[in-house]
């Protein structure tokens, strides 16, 4: 069964970073993509990165790219986001998501997503 858990949200000073971690069972990395994404308050669901199971590739939303980096980690089990120079636009609940498809597509959007993990806070404030 697949399974996706986020983990590692908290509050943090505008200008700080956080890494937000997604630990996954049911499925490989080796296999299959990850996505990253948010949803603020009030607003859509934001496709932020996505990192492919072949090769390690991955693809960044405008708003992030250059703050924001995708990787897993060498047991295959972890996806996590690292977020740099965080700004309070940035507040939202992180979700991870997978499609079960071994590559990204390059619109990192949630209607190719089917699982989903429950989410983790981040709050960017003074």
């Known amino acids: 069964q697949v399974h996706l858990v986020e983990s590692g949200g908290g509050l943090v000073q505008p200008g700080g970073s956080l890494r937000v971690s997604c630990t996954i069972s049911g499925f490989s990395l080796d296999s299959y993509a990850v996505g990253w994404f948010r949803q603020a308050p009030g607003k859509g669901r934001e496709g932020l990165s996505c990192?492919?199971?072949?090769?390690?590739?991955?693809g960044y939303a405008d708003s992030v790219r250059g703050r924001f980096t995708i990787s897993r980690d060498t047991t295959n089990t972890s996806v996590h986001l690292q977020m740099n120079s965080l700004k309070p636009e940035d507040t939202a609940v992180y979700y991870c998501?997978?499609?079960?498809?071994?590559?990204?597509?390059?619109?990192?959007?949630?209607?190719?997503?089917?699982?989903w993990g429950q989410g983790t806070q981040v709050t960017v404030s003074s």
């Open positions: 998501a997978t499609a079960l498809k071994s590559t990204c597509r390059r619109q990192i959007a949630e209607a190719f997503y089917d699982y």
């Open positions: 990192i492919s199971a072949s090769d390690g590739s991955a």
